[in-house]
């Protein structure tokens, strides 16, 4: 039987004077709170109180432990009122992980301005060493980590925070050297630069978009950055992050293709722990991140 449950009986009859009077206390009857003191005397080895036909006494060890049982108890509650007013506070850590490339962008900038907008936050920020499995970041200790792949897993909550617009591009001494892109399938035929975690490519909207395997692939990495250089360099084609992207595509050192088809936005996942009440930290977190993509939307590109 659970010891709480004994403790906290046998102390509602050392303040009581009574089974009947703790049974009350209690909303329970005065044969169970018998049994329960009964029970806790088997487990701590030693009679506890002195039982008559109208009252009951503490012995010496009874009145020891309930002094201890007492304070365990309401140590117990004082905790568990703190953590629930924690809970309910915008304050204390937040731990958060995201692949490389997310990071290093968009989401660097939001999270940066949250930590400056909430001071009594601690923000704990690492990027990459994220597993396959969706809900291994909590086993790792992590209460928020975001992905930008649409997520089927009832392990986990998630929220939309933003839509991350890409486009497909190149150098212009590129396309002069190895010819203008025509048409997607023509990829094939071209060098492509390539995230190693993005080898395949969706080209076009709804029903008329395309999927394409890149197999023709003249330089990969990890960081969409490095991506970005490779192109302005005219290594080749790039489907880019267009935030990072915008100045060369303004500047005119990467050029639109197939602008006319285009590609889809990547979503912006944040994904957080189960449970009925999120506590207000990560609330006000996945509302302020809302809010910034909300505020901060990256410009049309002019052709």
């Known amino acids: 039987m659970d010891r709480l449950l004994l403790m906290h009986s046998f102390v509602t009859v050392a303040q009581a004077g009574s089974f009947s009077g703790a049974a009350k206390k209690l909303g329970s009857s005065g044969s169970l709170v018998s049994r329960h003191v009964a029970e806790l005397e088997r487990q701590v080895g030693v009679r506890l109180v002195n039982r008559t036909a109208r009252s009951v006494s503490l012995t010496e060890p009874g009145r020891r432990y309930a002094e201890f049982a007492a304070r365990i108890l309401d140590e117990i509650d004082a905790e568990d009122a703190s953590l629930s007013h924690l809970h309910d506070r915008a304050e204390g850590s937040l731990s958060i992980i995201c692949p490389k490339w997310i990071g290093s962008l968009d ?3 939001a999270i940066a301005a949250f930590s400056a907008a909430h001071p009594k936050i601690s923000v704990r920020f690492e990027l990459g060493g994220m597993s396959d499995r969706t809900y291994d970041f909590l086993d790792s200790g992590f209460d928020i980590a975001f992905h930008t792949r649409d997520l089927r897993d009832s392990s986990v909550r998630l929220k939309k ?19 203008a892109l025509t048409e997607p399938n023509a990829l094939a035929n071209h060098d ?7 080898p395949v490519w969706r080209i076009g909207h709804g029903h008329a978009s395309t999927l394409h395997k890149i197999r023709n692939i003249a330089f990969s990495s990890n ?31 990467l050029q639109v293709l197939l602008p006319e088809l285009a590609v889809p936005d990547r979503p912006l996942y944040a994904i957080y722990g189960p449970g009925q009440a999120t506590p207000r930290k990560v609330s006000v977190f996945l509302d302020f991140l809302a809010e910034w993509f909300s505020q901060n939307p990256i410009p049309a590109i002019q052709s």
């Open 161 to 179: 925070i933003a839509s991350l617009p890409f486009v497909l591009c190149a150098a212009k001494g590129y396309l002069d050297r190895e010819g």
């Open 107 to 109: 989401l660097g900038d």
């Open 192 to 198: 492509c630069l390539v995230h190693v975690n993005d």
């Open 223 to 253: 960081s969409y950055i490095a991506l970005q250089k490779a192109a302005v360099h005219g290594r080749g084609i790039a489907l880019l992050p267009q935030r990072p992207a915008y100045d060369d595509l303004m500047s005119g050192a």
